[in-house]
C-alpha cells in the first residue's frame, strides 16, 4: 500500500503541476481511470456503541475505518442516517484532512445538530447510524459492511443561544413588541432581566423573544412544566405574582441549561457601612433603574478619617446580594462622579459592609445628592451614578498677586515662598476647592501642575515647589524663563476654568546649587578618570544619592565632568564644603548609599553590610545577594520552591537591607504595603520596583510575589540601585 | 511540494521520528537483575523511612527536608510492587522479596501521615493526588498473595466518595470530565479546571476495580465509568491526528502542552480498556499515544525521555514507563510495533544506566536528565522514575 501511494503520488504531482493547483488531495482535482472502490471494514466506534456528547470547547469523537483499497485518493465522509435504512442522511462530516484520511474527528457540536435533527431531544438518548461514503470525483460508493447503530446522549439545554433576548407580552413593563425590554447576556452565557411583571393574574401574559422585529426568523420561547422550551407558550401572570409599585424581578434564563428562574426583588437600597441609619430604600423607575433623590451624605469618622465607603444592596428572592465595585478593596477615590467604569456596579453574594465598596469624594460630606442604581440589559454595564443637582462652582471672577508679568527670583533660603490670591464671585461653599494651575503656554492648553488650595482665595507656594513647576514648563535650570497660571474652582470633579487667560509670571530658577552631581576618585567604583565619574540620582532640587562602592583612596564630588566643574568633598561633620582636597578612605572596601543636600549643604554616608532575599515562608530559602558593583547587588542560582500551605503554595518575598553605620538599622526594599498581587510576566514593570521602606519584622507585610511559572525553577536575581535606571527595581532573570 | 507532504502522511500516521541510535544489543551486556537489586534497595533504604510508628516515602535522601510526600509516594510504592514482582519467583531473592512484601501495610499505614491535607486521612483536595494513592492501594491488593479487604474497600470508598463524584457535581464545566482540584474553586480563582492528570489515573482505577471487584454487575458499572471518562478525555483533551494528550480543560478552553506523565495515565487506561473489552480501537490508540511520547517528549540529541524538571515534574517519566512496559508486554501488539517499543525501552534505560548515573558511587542518584548523574540531595521523584526504567527491563516479557 505504501509503495502504490508512492505511485500515486508522483502521478498527482505531474496533475498538480498541470493544474498549477497547491491544493492537492481534493475532491475538485482530476482523477484518470479510477474505479470507484467501497470501503470494506468500519473499525470505531464499534458496532452497537454508545457516546456522550460533551459540551466543550473542540470535544469531537473520532469515527475510524479500513481506507479502500483502490488507485485513486478518495474523498470520504461519514454519514449518519436515522434507521439502518433511511435513504436521507442526517448529517455528512467530511474526513479529516480534506476528506483525505481514513479518519473523522466529528465535533460533538454538530453531532448535537445531527441529534437533535435525528428527533434525539436534549440530554436524552437516541440511536443513529452511520456508514463512510467514499467519493471519486462525482462518483460516491458506499462502505459495502452494514451501517452501525450508535447511541447518542445529547447534551444539556438548546442548540445555539439567540444572541439577544427580549421580554414581550401584556404582563411587561412594555407590552408593545417594538419596545420590548432587552435581557443582559451575563459572562457565563445566561441572560437576565431586572422588570416588573403586573397585570391582571390569570389573564396577562409574558414571553421571550429574540428580536423584538415580528417575522418568520423570529423565535419564541415560553416555559412548560418549569423548563425553557422553544414554542410559543407564552407564561400567564399567576396568583401573586404581579409587582407592587417598588418591586420587580430578575429574570434569568440559561439556555445551556434549558432553565428560566424568576426572582422577586423586594428592596433595593443605599448602604453606607456599620451605620444603619444612614442607609436609604431606592424606589423603583421602571426598565430596571432605582432611585434616591436628595440623599444627604453623611460620612462617619472611622478612626480620625470620615469613611467615604458605600455601595447598593438589594434583597432578591429572600436573599441580600451587594452591588459593588469591581475591587474587594478598592484604594481608588474618583476625581469626579460621572459614569466612567469606575461607577459600574458588579453583583456579589452578600459581603460585609465594607467590601466592593465606591468612594465618595470626601467632600460630598454634607452634600444632598440624586443617586441611580441602573440594572437595565439594554446598558452595556450595570452602573450607579451620583448626580450633584444644581451644585455648581462658585467661579473665580479676577486673579490677584503675583501682579501680570512679575519676575520672580527664587532663593535657596529654606521655606522661601510666593503668594498666589485671587477673587470669587461670591462665598463659595466649603464643597468648592480651588487649584492654581500652571501652564506652559498663553492659551493655557498645555497644564504642567496645580496645587490645590482649598476653599481659599490665596496660598503660599514654596520657590522649591516653583522652581520645579518651572522647570516642568521646560524653563532650563538657573535661567529665567515665563510660566501661565490661573485659577480653577472645582466642585467635586465638576470643575470651571475662568473665562479670562491665564496670566504670565516670569521665573528665575535657583542659583548655586548643581543640576548634577558626579563622584570620582581612586576610591570610587568609577575610577579616577573625570569623564568616567558617576553620576549621582537627583531625587528632587539639590537632592542626590548614589548607591556605589568605596575602598581605600580619595574621592571628591564635582558638577562637571569636563574639569571646569566645583569640586565638593564631605568634612568630618557630614557637612558638603567646596574643597579642592578629595576625601580620604581607609580600610575596607564597603558599599555607601551617599546622599546629598545642597539645599543645607548636609551630606549621609551610610554602609551598607548584606542585602538579603528573604523567602518571607521559609528563612531556610533566605539568601544573600553579593554586591556586583555600580549599585546592583545579585544572586545566581536562586531555586525558586513555592512553600505548600494548607490553602496553596506561598509565593511571598523581598529583600532587607543591613545598614551598619553610622548606626546599625535595618531596611526593607520591597513593594508598596498595598501590593497584594503577582507579576503577570518577568520582563521589567513597576511591579519590579524597590521602594525603600522602614524594616517590618513581619516577613509577610512588605513583600513580592514570584510569578507562578516560577515554581521549582531556578533562576538569577538582581537588584539594581543604580543611579541610571529611572527606578529603582530587581529582577528574575535566567530562568531555567 | 508542501501539499504532498500531507497526502504522505496518510500512510505515514504513526511513524513519527524513530529512534536512530540503537543500543539494543548493549543492552544485553547488563544483568538487569542485579541492576534493580542495587537501585531499588538503595532507594528504599535512603527514602522510605519511620517516624512515630509510620513508614513513608521522604522528601529527600537528605534527612533535612524529610516531609512526607502525598501523593510522590505512591509512585513509590508502585515501583517496589514492581521489584516484588520481579524476586517473588527467585529462590536467590527470597529475602528481598519478603522485604518488599513487608512494606505493603507499612505504606497503606504509614502513607496516610503525609497527607498535608489531613493527617491520617486519605482525602486531599487534589482529585489526581487521591487517584495515585488508590492505584497503588489497588496494585498492593492485585499482587499481595494475601492482600487485606481494607486495601480494597478503601480504594473504593476514596473513588466513589471524592474521585467519581466530581464528574456530577461539575459536569456543567466542560460537559463532564473529573475535577482536578478543589483548590482552583472560590472567589478571584479560576474556577474548576477538568485535567489530564485527574482523568487518565481516574479511568485506570475504575478499568482495575471493574477488573478486580467479582460481581457482574460493580464490573459493568465501573467499565462504563472508566469508558466515560476516557471518552471524555479523548473527546476534550487529545489530538488523535498526532496522539498527543492535552493538560487541561479550564475557564473555557484547552491548554495544551503534553507531558510524559499524562501520556502515560491514558494510555495506560487505553490499553486497559481493550484488555477488558477486546475492542481495537483502544489498543490502536495506545499505540498512537505511546508512538507521541516515545517521538516528540524526547531528548533529540540522546533520544531519551525529556527532562521536564525537578519538584513534581520529575515523577513524570517514571509514571510513562509504569504503564509503557505494560504495552510492550501485550500479547496482542503488532510484533513490529513491539519490536519499536523494545528498542525505545532498552536505550533508555542502557543510556540512563551508562550516562544517567555515577556507578562509582553509593547512592546511585539519578537525575531528571537521564543522560547526566545526580549527586548528594536528590528528590524522590527524579530518584522513582529512573529506577522504574530499571524495573521495567527486569518486566519485559519479550
Not at chain 1, 414554542?231 to 405574582?241: F, H, K, S, W
Not at chain 1, 441549561?257 to 456599620?274: A, D, H, I, L, S
Not at chain 1, 496670566?503 to 548643581?514: D, V
Not at chain 2, 509516594?73 to 520481579?86: P, Q, S
Request: hydrophobic share 35%.
Amino acid at each position: 500500500m505504501k509503495y502504490d501511494m508512492k505511485n500515486n503520488i508522483i502521478r498527482l504531482s505531474v496533475l498538480l503541476i498541470a493544474a498549477a493547483s497547491l491544493w492537492s488531495c481534493k475532491g475538485d482535482m482530476v482523477f484518470d481511470n479510477v474505479q470507484p472502490v467501497a470501503v470494506t471494514e468500519l473499525q470505531s466506534p464499534a458496532a452497537d456503541a454508545s457516546i456522550a456528547l460533551f459540551d466543550a470547547d473542540g470535544a469531537k469523537t473520532e469515527f475510524r475505518w479500513a481506507p479502500a483499497k483502490s488507485d485513486g485518493v478518495p474523498v470520504y465522509s461519514v454519514v449518519f442516517y436515522v434507521s439502518e435504512t433511511d435513504k436521507d442522511p442526517v448529517f455528512t462530516a467530511t474526513a479529516d484532512n480534506n476528506g483525505t484520511r481514513s479518519i473523522a474527528n466529528v465535533l460533538h457540536t454538530d453531532m448535537n445538530r445531527m441529534a437533535q435533527t435525528a428527533g434525539i431531544k436534549e440530554s436524552q438518548k437516541g440511536d443513529v447510524w452511520w456508514t463512510v461514503v467514499a467519493a471519486y470525483g462525482t462518483e460516491q460508493v458506499v462502505a459495502s459492511t452494514p451501517r452501525r447503530k450508535l447511541t447518542v446522549t445529547r447534551m444539556k439545554g438548546f442548540i445555539g443561544n439567540p444572541g439577544t433576548l427580549y421580554i414581550t407580552g401584556s404582563a411587561c413593563e412594555v407590552p408593545e413588541l417594538a419596545d420590548a425590554l432587552q435581557f443582559r447576556r451575563m459572562d457565563d452565557g445566561s441572560y437576565e432581566i431586572f422588570t416588573q411583571l403586573k397585570g391582571t393574574e390569570g389573564t396577562d401574559k409574558y414571553w421571550l423573544v429574540d428580536t423584538p422585529v415580528d417575522g418568520p426568523n423570529k423565535r419564541v420561547f415560553g416555559v412548560t412544566n418549569g423548563a425553557l422550551v422553544e414554542d410559543d407558550a407564552p407564561l400567564v401572570l399567576g396568583t401573586g405574582e404581579s409587582n407592587s409599585a417598588n418591586e420587580a424581578y430578575r429574570i434569568s434564563v440559561d439556555f445551556t441549561k434549558g432553565t428560566f428562574t424568576k426572582e422577586k426583588v423586594t428592596k433595593v437600597w443605599y448602604n453606607y457601612p456599620n451605620k444603619t441609619a444612614e442607609n436609604s430604600d431606592m424606589t423603583y423607575a421602571g426598565k430596571g433603574v432605582w432611585k434616591l433623590d436628595n440623599k444627604m451624605i453623611t460620612l462617619h469618622n472611622l478612626g480620625d478619617n470620615p469613611d467615604n465607603r458605600y455601595h447598593f444592596r438589594a434583597t432578591i428572592g429572600g436573599k441580600t446580594v451587594v452591588f459593588g465595585h469591581r475591587e474587594k478593596d478598592t484604594q481608588e477615590v474618583p476625581a469626579k462622579y460621572d459614569n466612567s467604569s469606575y461607577f459600574w456596579a458588579n453583583e456579589y453574594e452578600n459581603k460585609s459592609d465594607w467590601d466592593y465598596s465606591f468612594k465618595f469624594m470626601p467632600r460630598t460630606n454634607g452634600i444632598a445628592v440624586n443617586m441611580t442604581l441602573n440594572l437595565s440589559g439594554a446598558t452595556e454595564h450595570y452602573s450607579h451614578a451620583i448626580d450633584l443637582g444644581n451644585l455648581v462652582p462658585v467661579a473665580v471672577t479676577a486673579l490677584g498677586s503675583p501682579a501680570a508679568d512679575m519676575s520672580l527670583k527664587l532663593d535657596n533660603i529654606s521655606g522661601s515662598k510666593q503668594a498666589f490670591s485671587w477673587t470669587r464671585s461670591g462665598s463659595a461653599a466649603a464643597v468648592t476647592v480651588y487649584k492654581v494651575v500652571f501652564f506652559k503656554d498663553a492659551a493655557g492648553e498645555q497644564k504642567v501642575s496645580e496645587v490645590e488650595a482649598g476653599n481659599s482665595d490665596a496660598i503660599d507656594i514654596l520657590h522649591i515647589d516653583l522652581d520645579t513647576i518651572a522647570g516642568n514648563a521646560g524653563v532650563e535650570a538657573e535661567s529665567e524663563g515665563t510660566v501661565y497660571w490661573s485659577v480653577v474652582a472645582d466642585v467635586l470633579g465638576n470643575a470651571a476654568m475662568p473665562e479670562f487667560a491665564p496670566r504670565a509670571l516670569k521665573i528665575r530658577r535657583f542659583q548655586g546649587i548643581p543640576s548634577n552631581i558626579y563622584i570620582t576618585g581612586s576610591a570610587s567604583e568609577y575610577g579616577e578618570t573625570l569623564t568616567a565619574a558617576g553620576k549621582l540620582k537627583r531625587l528632587e532640587h539639590g537632592k542626590f544619592e548614589i548607591y556605589t562602592q568605596l575602598k581605600s583612596g580619595t574621592y571628591y564630588f564635582t558638577d562637571k565632568t569636563d574639569g571646569n566643574g566645583i569640586r565638593f568633598a564631605v568634612n568630618a561633620s557630614n557637612q558638603i564644603v567646596e574643597s579642592a582636597s578629595p576625601v580620604t578612605i581607609l580600610g575596607d572596601a564597603k558599599v555607601y548609599r551617599i546622599r546629598l543636600d545642597f539645599t543645607n549643604n548636609t551630606a549621609k554616608l551610610e554602609a551598607i553590610s548584606k542585602v538579603t532575599l528573604q523567602f518571607s515562608p521559609n528563612s531556610a530559602r533566605d539568601a544573600d545577594l553579593t554586591y556586583k558593583g555600580k549599585g546592583v547587588w545579585s544572586k545566581e542560582g536562586y531555586y525558586v520552591e513555592f512553600h505548600q500551605e494548607g490553602w496553596g503554595r506561598d509565593e511571598r518575598y523581598r529583600f532587607v537591607a543591613n545598614i551598619s553605620e553610622p548606626s546599625a538599622y535595618s531596611e526593607v526594599w520591597s513593594a508598596l504595603p498595598a501590593e497584594d498581587s503577582r507579576p503577570n510576566k518577568l520582563e521589567y514593570y513597576e511591579y519590579y520596583n524597590i521602594h525603600v521602606q522602614t524594616y517590618n519584622a513581619d516577613r509577610y507585610s512588605l513583600k513580592y510575589k514570584f510569578m507562578g511559572e516560577l515554581d521549582y525553577k531556578t533562576a538569577d536575581v538582581d537588584v539594581v540601585m543604580s543611579p541610571d535606571v529611572n527606578n529603582y527595581h530587581h529582577k528574575i532573570y535566567n530562568v531555567r | 511540494m508542501f501539499a504532498m507532504a500531507s497526502c504522505d502522511k496518510v500512510e505515514d500516521l504513526y511513524y513519527g521520528d524513530v529512534p536512530t541510535t540503537d543500543f539494543t544489543d548493549q543492552a544485553a551486556d547488563y544483568d538487569w537483575a542485579e541492576v534493580g537489586d542495587k537501585t531499588t534497595n538503595n532507594f528504599i533504604t535512603r527514602w522510605f523511612r519511620e517516624t512515630n510508628g509510620y513508614w513513608y516515602f521522604r522528601t529527600k535522601n537528605d534527612g533535612v527536608d524529610d516531609g512526607g510526600q502525598y501523593w510522590p509516594g505512591a509512585h513509590a510504592m508502585d515501583l517496589v510492587v514492581d521489584a516484588y514482582i520481579r524476586t517473588k519467583d527467585d529462590p536467590a531473592r527470597a529475602e528481598l522479596a519478603k522485604k518488599y512484601l513487608d512494606m505493603f501495610p507499612k505504606w497503606f499505614d504509614g502513607q496516610r501521615q503525609a497527607n498535608w491535607a489531613g493527617t491520617g486521612s486519605w482525602k486531599n483536595p487534589f482529585i489526581d493526588d487521591m487517584e495515585w494513592n488508590v492505584i497503588t492501594m489497588l496494585n498492593l491488593y492485585e499482587n499481595h498473595p494475601t492482600p487485606e479487604d481494607k486495601w480494597l474497600t478503601t480504594a473504593r470508598q476514596v473513588y466513589d466518595d471524592w474521585i467519581w463524584s466530581t464528574w456530577d457535581q461539575f459536569e456543567d464545566y466542560a460537559g463532564g470530565g473529573l475535577l482536578w482540584s478543589h483548590d482552583t474553586i472560590g472567589e478571584n480563582k479560576d474556577g474548576p479546571t477538568k485535567n489530564a492528570c485527574s482523568n487518565g489515573p481516574g479511568s485506570v482505577i475504575a478499568c482495575k476495580l471493574s477488573k478486580i471487584l467479582p460481581d457482574a454487575d460493580d464490573k459493568a458499572k465501573y467499565l462504563g465509568q472508566a469508558k466515560r471518562i476516557y471518552d471524555w478525555e479523548k473527546s476534550v483533551l487529545y489530538d488523535p491526528l498526532t496522539g498527543a494528550v492535552y493538560d487541561n480543560w479550564g475557564k473555557g478552553k484547552v491548554n495544551k502542552g503534553s507531558t510524559t506523565y499524562n501520556q502515560g495515565t491514558f494510555m495506560g487506561t487505553a490499553h486497559m480498556l481493550y484488555q477488558l473489552t477486546g475492542d481495537k480501537m483502544y489498543l490502536q490508540d495506545a499505540v498512537q499515544i505511546a508512538r507521541f511520547t516515545i517521538t516528540r517528549l524526547t531528548d533529540k540529541k540522546y533520544n531519551v525521555l525529556q527532562n521536564e524538571g525537578y519538584g513534581d515534574n520529575c515523577t513524570f517519566k517514571g509514571i510513562f514507563v509504569r504503564y509503557f512496559i505494560l504495552l510492550v508486554n501485550e500479547p496482542d501488539l503488532d510484533p513490529a510495533v513491539r519490536a519499536e517499543f523494545i528498542k525505545f525501552l532498552k536505550h533508555q534505560a542502557v543510556v540512563l544506566w551508562t550516562m544517567g548515573v555515577d556507578q562509582k558511587t553509593d547512592e546511585l542518584l539519578f537525575s531528571a536528565d537521564w543522560t547526566r548523574p545526580a549527586y548528594g540531595s536528590q528528590e524522590l521523584g527524579a530518584q522513582f522514575s529512573g529506577c522504574t526504567v530499571i524495573e521495567a527491563m527486569n518486566l519485559l516479557n519479550y
